[in-house]
């Protein structure tokens, strides 16, 4: 069992580091076992992985990657798991990159450098991936609960998606990939990629 989350800066913060440190935190306090838990920050930016195998983290080159998941296809691409993401962003655009990748898989891709994070998910949205936006900052996990502990999100229901979800159950999901059972929550849709940058998030 393994969780991401992270904190992406717009403006007018410098706090990301303590408060990815809470949202872990939710992590650990609804976990049987003992999670590690590995960090990786930047100016603008932090990732946050959080698990009781070795953390699926990686560097290379210009980019930095926290990953839930697995990847198949890891032994013709080089590399293992978020490694394989570092990989394929170093060689090729993203996120057409991304299309090599054969895995069940949520991913954080960020590069310094550029000041852009991508939130990636595998082409049947296997592993959760949700997202919020504020006016200064948009922040990820993959569970909805890390975003509530963040100042300014709001944990009013979505209570068109939650009357519709229980109608039609689990078909729901496949109408309307990006909502979630809350407001200020959003998913990314399964086989998307979507890039944060100063200007906000866009798929």
Known sequence: MSRIAGIYLKSGRSDHL??????LD?????SRVLLKRETLISTNCALGWSGWQAPNVAQKGTWEVVLDGVVFNH???????????????EKHALPAALNSI???????IYSPTENVLWLARDRFGIKPLYYVE???FVAFASRPAPLFVL?????ELNRKFVATFAASH???FDNDPERSPYEAV????????LRLSASGPKL
């Open 102 to 108: 054969d895995g069940e898989f949520a991913a954080a």
């Open 151 to 155: 100042p300014g999100v709001s944990r």
């Open 75 to 89: 032994r013709e691409i080089g590399g293992v798991d978020s490694a394989v993401f570092a990989a394929v962003s």
């Open 134 to 136: 504020t006016a200064q």
């Open 26 to 30: 939710v992590y650990d306090q609804t």
């Open 18 to 23: 303590p408060l990815l440190g809470k949202m």
């Open 186 to 193: 959003r998913q990314v849709p399964a086989g998307s990629a």
């Open 170 to 172: 689990y078909r729901y």
